[in-house]
């Protein structure tokens, strides 16, 4: 059964920093893309960062872009959003995924960023 936890949100101010990790299991994880989404409310599910299979290539929505760094421990079976620079539009429930399993998600974790 894939399994996904985030943690590590919380109330952080403008500029501040966060490090959100995902534990993952139940699957090949080493050989497993992960993606990091964000959902704010009254908004859509968005693509913050994707990581590729032994972190060959990462990408960035724009609006994340130079902010945002998403990292891989296979070790650990996890996945990391370091988050710097933090903007009150940040705020969202985060939440992690394996692209190889696109129906399965965990609870997300809160990042509040207020203005």
């Known amino acids: 059964q894939v399994q996904l936890v985030e943690s590590g949100g919380g109330l952080v101010q403008p500029g501040g920093s966060l490090r959100l990790p995902c534990a993952a299991s139940g699957f090949a994880f080493s050989i497993s893309a992960m993606n990091w989404y964000r959902q704010a409310p009254g908004k859509e599910r968005e693509l913050v960062a994707a990581?590729?299979?032994?972190?060959?290539?990462?990408n960035y929505a724009d609006s994340v872009k130079g902010r945002f760094t998403i990292t891989i421990d296979d070790a650990k079976n996890a996945v990391y959003l370091q988050m710097n620079s933090l903007h009150p539009e940040d705020t969202a429930v985060y939440y992690c995924?394996?692209?190889?399993?696109?129906?399965?998600w965990g609870q997300g974790t809160q990042v509040t960023v207020p203005s």
């Open positions: 990581i590729s299979s032994l972190a060959a290539t990462r």
């Open positions: 995924s394996a692209r190889r399993f696109p129906d399965f």
